[in-house]
């Protein structure tokens, strides 16, 4: 069985920083791509960066600039650093990865991002 569990969400003032960390424990083999989707209230889940095994990364128009992935292949983690936040990044981030044996993706539960004066 796989768990990810992402921590360091938030409620932030416009301008702000966060950094957000997931970390996939259980019954691992490889991880692959990993990721960071967000949701927003009536909204559909959308992606926000993506990075490779070997550390290529994708983001999406609206963070590019602001937010950076990263990741600690030795720990199993995943991080966005978020910078000058914007009152629409308010949303639930959610971290996913594509790990084996099961080659399948797997979610975390979602951490809840608040921007606001």
């Known amino acids: 069985q796989v768990q990810l569990v992402e921590s360091g969400g938030g409620l932030v003032q416009p301008g702000g920083s966060l950094r957000l960390s997931c970390v996939a424990s259980g019954s691992i083999a490889n991880i692959d791509n990993m990721g960071w989707y967000r949701q927003a209230s009536g909204k559909q889940r959308e992606l926000v960066a993506t990075i490779t095994s070997d550390g290529r990364t994708n983001y999406a128009d609206s963070v590019k600039g602001r937010f950076t992935i990263s990741r600690d292949n030795a720990k199993n983690t995943v991080f966005l650093q978020m910078n000058s936040l914007k009152p629409e990044d308010t949303a639930v981030y959610y971290c996913?990865?594509?790990?084996?044996?099961?080659?399948?993706?797997?979610w975390g539960q979602g951490t809840q991002v608040i921007v606001s004066s």
């Open positions: 996913s990865a594509f790990i084996s044996p099961a080659w399948r993706w797997y």
